[in-house]
């Protein structure tokens, strides 16, 4: 289980390549609600996305020995692309399995960021199967896009700066 701990960590890894996004009141939806409703501009990361953040963590705690032999990792998009562009930055190999329906946008930027891509299947379970037979087979490591811990601690950190201002109370 994710500790906060855990994603205090993450954050001190990945925040000198992670860019700050600003998260704003939205008045429109706080006065639809009748609530505070802030906005994570995560769109702003390099990729697009918040998810380079767990890609990029994953990264930082795999071994020297584990990051000679690549990555590898299924996705249609967003994933594909936090993972590809983060280890073309750190010298690491990556192959990105993605499903023959995937956007040519989302292929075409997964390439450009540096990554290997191999379209595989109809759907991301048949790309994800792939991917995991290919790990075995070529002793790559699975970046999981979302069943890893290190992929979640490194989501996690999105909202640290909001986490640690509130306190809770029991």
């Not at 701990?5 to 860019?19: E, F, G, K, M, V």
């Not at 692309?81 to 930055?89: E, I, L, M, N, T």
């Not at 540096?114 to 379209?119: H, I, K």
Request: hydrophobic share 40%.
């Amino acid at each position: 289980m994710i500790q906060l701990s855990d994603i205090h960590a993450a954050l001190n890894r990945i925040r000198a390549n992670i860019r700050v996004s600003p998260c704003p009141r939205s008045e429109s939806f706080s006065g639809l609600t009748d609530n505070s409703i802030f906005l994570k501009l995560d769109n702003q990361q390099r990729t697009g996305a918040f998810k380079e953040r767990g890609a990029l963590n994953k990264l930082l705690t795999m071994t020297a020995e584990e990051r000679s032999r690549g990555v590898i990792a299924a996705s249609a998009g967003n994933h594909a692309q936090g993972v590809a562009y983060h280890a073309g930055k750190h010298g690491v190999h990556a192959r990105i399995v993605m499903p023959m329906p995937t956007p040519l946008t989302k292929v075409s930027a997964t390439k450009a960021y540096g990554a290997e891509v191999l379209l595989h299947g109809t759907n991301y379970d048949e790309a994800y199967e792939k991917a995991v037979e290919q790990s075995r087979d070529d002793r790559l490591t699975l970046i999981h896009a979302f069943d890893d811990d290190a992929v979640i601690a490194g989501q996690g950190t999105l909202v640290w700066k909001f986490w640690s201002s509130i306190r809770i109370s029991t």
